[in-house]
């Protein structure tokens, strides 16, 4: 996964267009980014503040969900954009599974150098 591509973006992509001049209708291509910002968030699996890029339509999802690790646990993998997300395990390994999806988001996982193991 690349680094852009690291954080929870809950399903948004840059979308393309064109903007449309007044006068003659000409085209200009333009681009919609996704609204992304760099937050903390509490993690009760990590049971410590993880650093992430998300998107402010996924941090309202997470505030929905009642937190990261239910967030994390509920969402479908296409809102992850991961290929080892949580969703794919048996709900006895969910927790393991998110811990270690979490781990691997940031490269940094509890603000030190290394991570724990799981």
Sequence with gaps: MGRAKRGLFAGKHIRFGNNVSEDGGNK???SWKP????????????????S???????LRCIDKAGGLDNYILQSSPN?????????????TGALKAGRRW??????I???VHSCPNI
């Design 102 to 107: 979490l781990s691997r988001l940031g490269g």
């Design 52 to 58: 992430l890029k998300v998107t402010t339509h996924a």
């Design 109 to 111: 996982c509890c603000g």
């Design 79 to 91: 809102k992850l954009q991961s290929d080892d997300s949580p969703v794919y395990f048996d709900p």
């Design 35 to 50: 609204n992304v910002q760099r937050k903390k968030l509490y993690s009760d699996a990590l049971q410590t503040m993880v």
């Design 28 to 30: 200009t291509r333009r």
